[in-house]
């Protein structure tokens, strides 16, 4: 059960500052530890929601904004905001949280800023954990924005319910964003910046590839919505998308395979973060073992818990 000082995921200042050093934790620790923690107490799942997309077309500005009018609807929001980590000390600048700063105002609103750390996925370390530590406060729904992803990486798919994929006009050959392997994996495209010139013909380009292209759910088209933070153009068409996903989900996905999803996901995660800690700690000489014997030997590191 979330704990009694937040009721309805509305956080008291305690309970705020918890959550926050739960997450630094779990952001931090190492897989080892994860493996040895206890396990945590079931709880109901807060819906999920993951924004992604290239660097720069506008995600933390829009999850602000759509955060702040579902808190004043009434919608605690808890909002994970990942940013990309420098390759040299591991932390980030956390500007996600600066461009969030009148959303994260609300009570209703918890957010957290975290850097990407070792992870390649476009999310951070134990994210899987964090946002379970995050679903214990009773949240009405988890928010989650990945770092500026490219063509390839799509696992955010495997931890939220709605996956909303933001595209940019005038960043390019637009064909050249449809090779991207995400795209396959959205179940919300939202043109962002949609009053810029060129925005038209991206979502038309957009609407038609999901149109002529392979179905992917069953009794889902991916609607593609032109969005202007600055106007307010298109957010409560944006609104009312993710409301019809949500009714999609209910019907179509049972909560043990939600389960799986995410329990695969998290064994996938701890074994190659676990491969690289073994991968760490071999000497120079190891590596001159016949290949047998030293993938013998990594196999017997991970093995131990």
């Known amino acids: 059960m979330p704990p009694t000082d937040t009721p309805n995921g509305v956080l008291d200042a305690s309970a705020r500052r918890r959550l926050a050093r739960e997450i630094s934790r779990l952001a931090t620790a190492s897989a080892h530890s994860v493996l040895r923690a206890p396990p945590t107490s079931a709880v109901p799942p807060a819906r999920r929601i993951g924004f992604t997309g290239p660097p720069g077309v506008g995600k933390s500005t829009l999850v602000g904004k ?16 990942i940013d990309p980590a420098s390759p040299y000390s591991k932390g980030a600048i956390l500007g996600d949280r600066i461009r969030m700063d009148q959303a994260s105002a609300d009570p209703r609103v918890f957010m957290r800023s975290v850097s990407s750390r070792d992870s390649q996925d476009g999310m951070c370390n134990n994210v899987a954990d964090i946002l379970c530590a995050m679903e214990v406060h009773g949240f009405d729904e988890i928010v989650m924005e990945t770092v500026g992803v490219g063509q390839a990486e799509h696992a955010v798919k495997a931890l939220v319910d709605t996956v909303v994929l933001l595209m940019q006009p005038e960043t390019g050959d637009a064909i050249q964003a449809l090779k991207a392997g995400i795209l396959e994996v959205a179940d919300i495209i939202v043109v962002s910046k949609s009053d810029l010139h060129g925005a038209p013909k991206m979502r038309e380009v957009l609407a038609s590839t999901v149109r002529f292209g392979a179905q ?3 009794n889902w088209t991916v609607p593609v919505i032109g969005v202007s933070v600055e106007t307010g153009k298109g957010l409560d068409e944006l609104e009312a998308a993710l409301t019809a996903h949500a009714g999609w989900v ?12 995410r329990a695969t996901y998290r064994v996938q995660d701890l074994v190659l973060r676990r491969l690289e800690d073994q991968l760490a700690t ?6 001159d073992l016949p290949l047998p014997e030293l993938y013998q030997r990594v196999l017997t ?3 131990q818990i």
């Open 216 to 218: 992917r759910a069953v």
């Open 301 to 303: 590191g991970l093995a």
């Open 250 to 261: 209910a019907s179509h996905r049972t909560p043990a395979e939600t389960a799986r999803r």
């Open 66 to 81: 759509l955060v702040e009018r579902r808190a004043a609807a009434g919608t605690s929001v808890g909002v994970l905001a």
């Open 282 to 287: 071999l000497s120079p000489d190891d590596y």
